[in-house]
Nanobody
Framework: QVQLVESGGGLVQAGGSLRLSCAASGSIGSINTMGWYRQAPGKQRELVAAITSGGSTNYADSVKGRFTISRDNAKDTVYLQMNSLKPEDTAVYYC???????????????WGQGTQVTVSS
């Protein structure tokens, strides 16, 4: 009933910027915390940034000061602005949302399909 679709990934030179978007659609009742995760080949998936329904944010130490997470509740969309990109930021980036669907009493996590971000040196 719910889908999350990421967009905005691609190839960028070190020092450049990208903005990722994640739009939720379907029979959505409410969305709680949303977050961005990333996974590089051979490594575990890690939290990059998260934002609550009230706008409180937290970031991985490796991206603090460079990445900004935001959301537009009216559009059911979360964004990740990535500046001063480094080669070590290269990974597949995934969007996650804690979502309660219409007629459900509790929320569950939904994941997007992922979008590739590649940063060249």
């Amino acid at each position: 009933q719910v889908q999350l679709v990421e967009s905005g990934g691609g190839l960028v030179q070190a020092g450049g910027s990208l903005r990722l978007s994640c739009a939720a659609s379907g029979s959505i009742g409410s969305i709680n915390t949303m977050g961005w995760y990333r996974q590089a080949p051979g490594k575990q998936r890690e939290l990059v940034a998260a934002i609550t329904s009230g706008g409180s944010t937290n970031y991985a130490d490796s991206v603090k000061g460079r990445f900004t997470i935001s959301r537009d509740n009216a559009k059911d969309t979360v964004y990740l602005q990535m500046n001063s990109l480094k080669p070590e930021d290269t990974a597949v980036y995934y969007c996650k949302g804690g979502i309660r669907v219409v007629l459900a009493t509790r929320e569950r996590d939904y994941w997007g399909q992922g979008t590739q971000v590649t940063v060249s040196s």
